[in-house]
């Protein structure tokens, strides 16, 4: 929905920031009268606050997602030779890129890997999945689902 509207989105976040600069001068340069000056104080100190955490949390937000604290599931395509992996096993396998998105798209993970057919599995990836280059992953064979993480 969001992305129906672009420019009416950025109208109302520049037409935001404009009210909030006016807010901000009006506050604290006292040029509202005592009636309103309380409210307009508040309202400018709430949304202060709000601003400060909002880009404190967003470069924390970044930091964590690239250190591999945050684990993603995706159905990605395995080759491997299931009847030489028990459940719990760990092994090492190298990932590649996916041609439709821009994440993770296959993960070989046995010699000649390419002669077994792909097997379509949940893998959850501790780690980044951007396709900014080739990855070793050590991954775990769990009873439902694959987990992998970067070497």
């Given at each position: ?6 420019v009416l989105?950025?109208c ?14 009006l506050?604290?340069?006292n ?13 400018y ?8 955490l909002?880009?404190?949390?967003g470069?924390?937000?970044?930091f964590?997602?690239?250190s ?27 990932s590649?890129?996916s041609k ?5 798209g296959v993960?070989?993970?046995d ?10 599995l949940?893998v959850?990836?501790w ?9 070793e ?5 769990e009873?439902a689902?694959?987990t992998?993480r970067?070497?």
């Open positions: 929905m969001l992305n129906d509207y672009p989105i950025a109302l976040i520049f037409g935001g920031l404009i009210g909030f600069m006016v807010l901000g001068y506050v604290s340069n040029k509202l009268k005592p009636p309103l000056l309380k409210p307009a104080t508040a309202i100190t709430f949304f202060s606050v709000a601003f400060v909002l880009i404190v949390g470069i924390a937000y970044l964590v997602e690239n591999g604290w945050i684990p993603r599931t995706r159905e990605v395509s395995v080759y491997v030779k299931p009847e030489n992996w028990m459940t719990g096993e760990i092994k090492s396998c190298a590649l890129q439709e998105r821009e994440e993770i993960l070989l993970c010699q000649n890997q390419m002669l077994f057919e792909p097997h379509v949940q959850r990836f780690g980044p999945i951007t396709t900014d280059r080739n990855k992953w050590k991954r775990t064979r009873p689902s694959l992998c970067l070497q």
